[in-house]
């Protein structure tokens, strides 16, 4: 089946640094990527959408200067938290969608990011 | 932006059969998911719904009303691995999956 990775899975840094999250699919492509938030015991909440080759599209509510998205290929999206905050510790999730897939609907989830700032 | 709705908590015994409620918000509707996910993991995929009618997939089977915006997602034959939160989903006319905040499902042996 198709197999969405991330890196780091895990990752502390020091408030005021920046942290990149990668988001590879291993063995399909796509042009759309999409990154979530979940805080402790609350659901996924979409942060944005990541476009191959073209800007991400941010939700409402979400800094684009601070989440930076670049989505340079077909089979890699990544996130970067700048200047992190202790508010900003979550896990981060991305998911994509597979290019001419089967399924319309399918969308396959890496296994996420826990970032913790201190 | 989508309303969806659904129990917080959930228990229920090994063995038995459990029903997950969740109402949505029908304006731009495109498909109803329900996701699996343990505690520090990323969800799991168990069903997609845009017709209505019932899916069954195993112990777990979803169904789906788009004039009521409703779907239930039910577990059969309980086990202890089930204990997980179970989140509804609703895809929108941009695509987009949205999520509600999950049901933690507690099983109790």
């Known amino acids: 089946g198709a197999v969405v990775s991330q890196h780091p899975s895990w990752v502390i840094c020091k408030s005021g640094t920046s942290v990149k999250i990668e988001c590879r699919s291993l063995?399909?492509?796509?042009?759309?990527m999409f990154w979530y938030r979940q805080f402790p015991k609350q659901s996924l909440m979409l942060m944005a959408t990541s476009n191959e080759g073209s800007k991400a599209t941010y939700e409402q509510g979400v800094e684009k200067d601070k989440f930076l998205i670049n989505h340079a290929s077909l089979t890699l999206s990544t996130l970067t938290v700048t200047s992190a905050h202790p508010e900003d510790s979550s896990f981060y999730i991305c998911?994509?969608?597979?290019?001419?897939?089967?399924?319309?609907?399918?969308?396959?989830f890496g296994p996420g990011t826990r970032l913790t700032v201190t | 932006g989508q309303n969806i709705d659904q129990p917080t908590e959930m228990t229920a015994t090994e063995g038995a059969i459990v029903q997950i409620n969740c109402t949505y918000q029908t304006s731009g509707f495109n498909g109803l998911f329900w996701y699996q996910q343990h505690a520090g993991e990323a969800p799991t995929f168990l069903s997609y719904n845009v017709l209505d009618g019932l899916e069954e997939k195993g112990r777990f089977s979803s169904f789906l009303s788009r004039s009521k915006g409703y779907s239930y997602l039910l577990l059969k034959e309980l086990q202890m691995k089930d204990s997980a939160s179970y989140l509804c989903?609703?895809?929108?006319?941009?695509?987009?999956?949205?999520f509600g905040k999950g049901t933690r499902l507690h099983i109790l042996p």
């Open positions: 998911s994509a969608n597979p290019l001419g897939g089967n399924n319309s609907y399918e969308q396959y």
């Open positions: 063995d399909f492509q796509a042009t759309t």
């Open positions: 989903a609703e895809k929108n006319r941009d695509d987009k999956i949205i």
